[in-house]
């Protein structure tokens, strides 16, 4: 008898849920999700048109060799037999760092390594580490090179207020720093070749009107696992297309925080480094761009460093890199449109295409529809999505994303997969950010691992399964999010007929499989 009653009771609800979804769906699903197919569609031709024209310009730029040697004047330092060294310009080159154990030798010894006269070079160590035992290791790798001559400064201070931005910015006031001209920034990763000075300070000495020479970043651990290959492929368009059209086009690009020469004059002029977001780094390229300071971007100089493996790591950095523009987007736009100095085209450049079509639209829309409408057009088939929207933009996007790494051109479904996860954790954070809500300022270090996993594993990476830590391991905003397409993908094989649920299905697998965090390289703890 229970079960007869429960079966009623199971019954009565399904209908009553039945009847409830009849009576909102055509005066209220229906519209709505029309109005969001159209706002998704019209943002996808946004991303549409400013990939072709990218596409179209670094294809032009290619063509016609606009080489950096082109545009601006560029001839080697020479030596000057009355002035000796002093002819050269007094160079700064700042490495922050913050618990890097793994890698602190490396990137202090590559600083140390570059090829310029001993006397016209500083090298300053900004140590921010908490660790007592690390913040020995990296003294004394300093007081290492200090005994072989190198001109090398220690410098630590008794807070982190501001993080990076303020290490940067107390490195700064140094009473030495006043005597250099130029500034050289490399994260703890990074290992530039000793060449990197005799390339990119004579762009600086000859061109008085540049501020920013910046290089790119080569990967050493790209083949360590499937997520850094995914990363790899997102980076090299950014490194291939977005910076390359930005500085030949405009003369303004993103600085990347890292692996770049400041001129210290158009530094100071700017307004020197703030932390009023997360990405102090594009905050002073912006600043020193409304100055009408010129940056110069070199594709062929490249300088080696460490992608973070671990979903956990990754997470953060995205976060950081995702919700730091959309929150200097809301604080500087109205500056940018107040400012006199540069060009109107140059002002549309970096509100509409620099700010908001690639650090907001491209994370909102990514998610919004592919992860969220698209799905839910299978469960309202009033609503129809055109094949143009739904297929051929997103194909051609693809497409031309995937130019910047030829090599994992057989890895473009997996990236589709991975990407749209990472929408969902990216658009959060431009939310977050534009609303100025909380974890707007969270700046978490992304760690890195250098030789740390070959060394745990004996030679060999690590494939030891961690110990099951909620907190580090499961995303329920991933796993909602995977539930939810695989219900639509269920729906579309009983019910539908646009064949969306093979789609559906294998995005609910990667979604479950972000949100076990199954990705990414596992650090044995022992």
Not at 72 to 77: L, N
Not at 462 to 479: Q, T, W
Request: charged share 20%; aromatic share 14%; proline share 4%.
């Amino acid at each position: 008898m229970d079960g007869v009653s429960f079966e009623g009771a199971k019954d009565d609800i399904t209908m009553q849920f039945a009847m409830v979804w009849s009576q909102i769906k055509a005066p209220l699903i229906v519209p709505m999700l029309r109005i969001a197919v159209f706002l998704c569609l019209i943002m996808s031709v946004m991303m549409f048109i400013e990939r072709v024209y990218m596409g179209i310009v670094i294809s032009l730029v290619k063509l016609f060799g606009r080489r950096p040697e082109k545009r601006y004047k560029w001839e080697p330092m020479k030596d000057d037999v009355e002035l000796g060294n002093s002819s050269y310009p007094m160079v700064l080159v700042q490495i922050p760092m913050y618990n890097e154990r793994e890698v602190y030798q490396l990137s202090i010894g590559a600083a140390c390594g570059l090829s310029w006269p001993s006397d016209r070079i500083i090298v300053q160590v900004l140590d921010d580490s908490t660790d007592q035992a690390i913040k020995e290791l990296v003294q004394i790798e300093c007081q290492r090179w200090a005994s072989k001559g190198v001109n090398i400064k220690y410098e630590v201070r008794d807070n982190r207020n501001g993080y990076k931005a303020g290490a940067l910015k107390e490195g700064m006031k140094r009473s030495y720093v006043k005597q250099c001209d130029y500034v050289a920034i490399f994260d703890a990763d990074f290992q530039p070749e000793p060449d990197f000075l005799w390339r990119t300070i004579p762009f600086l000495v000859h061109n008085p009107e540049l501020a920013l020479i910046q290089a790119r970043w080569k990967f050493v651990n790209s083949d360590e696992c499937l997520m850094t290959r995914m990363q790899e492929m997102s980076l090299d368009y950014h490194f291939t297309v977005e910076q390359e059209v930005g500085s030949s086009s405009y003369a303004f690009f993103g600085f990347n925080g890292t692996a770049g020469v400041w001129r210290i004059a158009a530094l100071n002029e700017a307004g020197g480094w703030k932390d009023r977001t997360t990405v102090e780094d594009m905050d002073l390229a912006v600043r020193a761009s409304l100055k009408g300071w010129k940056f110069c971007y070199l594709s062929d100089l490249k300088v080696k460093n460490e992608l973070p493996s671990t979903l956990k790591a990754y997470r953060y950095q995205q976060h950081r890199w995702s919700c730091g523009p959309a929150n200097l987007f809301r604080k500087m736009v109205l500056e940018i449109i107040r400012n006199k100095k540069v060009s109107t085209w140059k002002k549309v450049h970096v509100i509409y295409s620099f700010f908001f079509v690639r650090k907001v639209i491209a994370h909102i829309n990514t998610f919004v529809f592919y992860c969220i409408v698209l799905p839910a057009t299978v469960v309202v088939p009033e609503v129809v999505v055109p094949k143009w929207g739904a297929v051929y933009i997103p194909s051609v996007i693809t497409l031309l994303n995937a130019v910047g790494t030829p090599r994992s051109l057989h890895l473009l479904v997996f990236w589709i997969l991975f990407e749209n996860v990472m929408s969902l954790h990216r658009t959060k954070a431009t939310i977050i950010g534009l609303l100025e809500a909380s974890r707007v300022n969270e700046w978490v270090v992304t760690e890195k691992l250098g030789d740390a996993l070959k060394s745990k594993a004996g030679g060999k990476v690590a494939s030891k399964k961690p110990r099951f830590k909620i907190g580090d391991r499961f995303h329920l905003l991933e796993l909602g999010v995977g539930f939810y397409l695989f219900f639509c993908g269920c729906y579309d094989v009983m019910f539908g007929k646009n064949h969306y649920f093979i789609f559906l299905f294998i995005q609910a697998i990667a979604f479950f499989i972000m949100a076990f965090g199954y990705v990414g390289t596992f650090v044995p703890t022992s």
